[in-house]
């Protein structure tokens, strides 16, 4: 079955220590995105690429670092430069960025900092 | 700018109830909403989707009906289970995904 895997489920780092956070998708979308969820709010957008080898910042892209080197592939690093970075990770794709298309999520990455 | 408003809960009903989540938006141009459900420890899973005004999405006994007069997209479901406990949230595209900030959904049996 085609979808979005995320790695780790749980990740847990010391303050001052990068993370990188893993989304592989095998459904063969154009679109990834990177959301941001964090207790009884919705979801924000901190970076979402259209095509390999480009990526745009989205709503709260401080502190954080993507690339997108191979279509079903787009890492998250989460850096020390992240104020408050203890949050649930979520990816997403989508078959292309049009109006029509909904995004599919992976099951998500609990990052715990302290 | 473009905003999607939900309301608040949780939201508690008993089995077989009927429930209405409320969900309005604001958008400058002609948007495809969204609903989304959202179990304990998981990602977010589509459940149904419109398109253009008058369409209904419907899926697993859900409903919504896009209504551009009164720019709304609330969920229905006419009997809820208790597997039906989950965070649902409602969604427009224009250019972007938009969220709310979800609803809680809880059943009591």
């Known amino acids: 079955d085609g979808g979005i895997t995320q790695s780790p489920k749980y990740l847990f780092r010391k303050e001052g220590q990068n993370v990188t956070l893993s989304c592989e998708q095998n459904l063969n979308h154009d679109a990834m995105y990177w959301y941001r969820q964090d207790p009884g709010q919705g979801l924000r957008l901190i970076y979402y690429?259209?095509?390999?080898?480009?990526?745009q910042k989205g709503d709260i892209a401080e502190g954080y670092s993507v690339s997108r080197e191979k279509k079903e592939s787009f890492p998250l690093t989460v850096t020390s430069a992240q104020k408050n970075p203890t949050a649930f990770y979520l990816c997403?794709?989508?078959?292309?960025?049009?109006?029509?298309?909904?995004?599919?999520f992976g099951n998500g990455t609990r990052l715990t900092v302290t | 700018g473009d905003s999607v408003t939900q309301m608040e809960g949780p939201v508690t009903l008993s089995e077989e109830a009927f429930l209405t989540i409320n969900c309005t938006y604001t958008?400058?141009?002609?948007?495809?909403l969204f609903w989304y459900v959202q179990y304990p420890g998981e990602g977010l899973q589509l459940l149904l989707k419109a398109t253009k005004a008058d369409d209904k999405g419907s899926n697993k006994g859900f409903e919504a009906t896009y209504r551009k007069e009164t720019t709304s997209f609330h969920l229905e479901k006419g009997s809820v289970q208790v597997s039906d406990s989950a965070v649902y949230f409602c969604?427009?595209?224009?250019?972007?995904?938009?969220f709310g900030s979800g609803t809680k959904l809880n059943v009591k049996p």
């Open positions: 690429s259209q095509i390999v080898n480009d990526f």
């Open positions: 969604a427009l595209t224009i250019n972007k995904f938009y």
């Open positions: 958008a400058t141009g002609y948007p495809s």
């Open positions: 997403a794709s989508s078959i292309a960025p049009d109006r029509a298309s909904p995004l599919h």
